[in-house]
């Protein structure tokens, strides 16, 4: 069992940036790919990027593309987030799975609990 923790969400100023992490408990922490995905109030989830097991291939969802920079080392996975705007505020939710990267979240087996990342104007 995979089990996800993110951190680094808060409050800020349009704009600004903010780095979200997620810590991954398990030991074959390199043998998964990692993505984030986001959740606004009353909407979907959205996919935000995602990275393949050895960290080469990166892909981004169109909504964020520029702003964002997935990266990842031996037992966490990063999220840089820049310019942030204000419909940037969501539910931002790390993602685990056996595989290639998917920006299909429904292809992912494990979750974190998300932290919340809101951007005022």
């Known amino acids: 069992q995979v089990q996800l923790a993110e951190s680094g969400g808060g409050l800020v100023q349009a704009g600004g940036s903010l780095r979200l992490s997620c810590a991954a408990s398990?030991?074959?922490?390199?043998?998964?790919?990692m993505g984030w995905f986001r959740q606004a109030p009353g909407k979907e989830r959205e996919f935000a990027a995602a990275?393949?097991?050895?960290?080469?291939v990166r892909r981004y969802g169109d909504s964020m593309k520029g702003r964002l920079t997935i990266s990842r080392d031996r037992a966490t996975v990063y999220l840089q987030l820049n310019s942030l705007k204000p419909e940037d505020t969501a539910v931002y939710y790390c993602?685990?799975?056996?595989?290639?990267?998917?920006?299909?979240?429904?292809?992912?087996?494990?979750w974190g609990q998300g932290t919340q990342v809101t951007v005022s104007s």
């Open positions: 993602a685990a799975r056996d595989g290639v990267t998917s920006s299909s979240a429904p292809l992912y087996t494990y």
């Open positions: 990275i393949s097991r050895d960290g080469n």
């Open positions: 398990e030991r074959t922490f390199s043998s998964l790919a």
